[in-house]
């Protein structure tokens, strides 16, 4: 009887973990979305899309090796666990590397959202604000869902988080100080490749995604007991995973 129920447990365990990750990579694709519209704006991606846009394009020029914006999105994700690895040594821990997974889910879901966006008509200034404001939105509210699905972080958090636990000063305060670094070395690439500030990658848009995007959070955030009902949610499905199993087990 004893065996039974710890069996069940673990199931319902295993269960919650996939479904929980499941969610997670729904919140990534939502995410995604909301930074290809950003980018696709022109008047200025999201913050940790810079620097991956300036590589990009420098890509396209012929400069560097050309990859997409989401597989440089995933060398800058693979640099900035790195970066974590360094700074806090034994302090690591190894769970945080599958930051690296998620980092890789992100890079190939921007490019997928990039290939969705690619017919949109954004060649007046009224549709470029309309796709940078509902771009922002829906980043927001893919970080409320990302958030709340409780499992290791992006990357891109991951490194303020790491500075603040070594240093001790507030997450938020080092967020801020990271996004600002990562878009000023955006701009540095820009004329390091180009000569030029490229106002595309780095413009209203961007300064407008940092005040936005996180305001956008803490209002979407409480609004979202739905979300927190479906996170808790046991699919049905678990059974077609339960009979598999055993016919795995079985054979």
Not at 21 to 37: N, R
Not at 177 to 196: Q, T
Not at 219 to 244: C, E, H, S, V
Request: aromatic content about 12%.
């Amino acid at each position: 009887m004893e065996a039974t129920v710890s069996d069940d447990a673990v199931k319902t365990k295993v269960i919650g973990f996939v479904w929980q990750h499941i969610l997670l990579v729904i919140s990534l694709f939502v995410m995604t979305l909301g930074v290809a519209l950003s980018v696709r704006s022109a008047l200025g991606s999201s913050v940790i899309s810079t620097i991956p846009f300036v590589m990009e394009l420098a890509g396209d020029a012929g400069m560097i090796p050309p990859l997409t914006i989401g597989e440089w999105t995933y060398v800058m994700n693979f640099i900035l666990v790195g970066l974590q690895l360094l700074i806090l040594r034994r302090r690591f821990e190894p769970v945080q590397f599958f930051q690296l997974l998620i980092g890789f889910f992100f890079g190939w879901l921007l490019d997928l959202n990039m290939s969705l966006t690619s017919g949109l008509d954004l060649s007046t200034t009224v549709a470029q604000i309309t796709a940078q404001a509902i771009g922002c939105t829906v980043l927001g509210f893919g970080i409320a869902m990302e958030v709340k699905c409780g499992s290791v972080t992006m990357p891109g958090e991951g490194l303020p988080a790491a500075i603040s636990k070594l240093t001790g000063k507030p997450f938020a305060k080092i967020k801020i100080r990271v996004d600002i670094a990562l878009v000023v070395g955006a701009v540095a690439l820009g004329y390091l490749f180009f000569g030029r500030w490229l106002w595309n990658v780095v413009g209203p848009g961007t300064l407008f995604a940092m005040i936005y995007v996180g305001w956008a959070v803490k209002q979407i955030a409480p609004r979202m007991k739905w979300f927190d009902r479906l996170l808790n949610y046991r699919p049905g499905f678990r059974r077609y995973i339960y009979g598999l199993a055993r016919y795995i087990r079985r054979g």
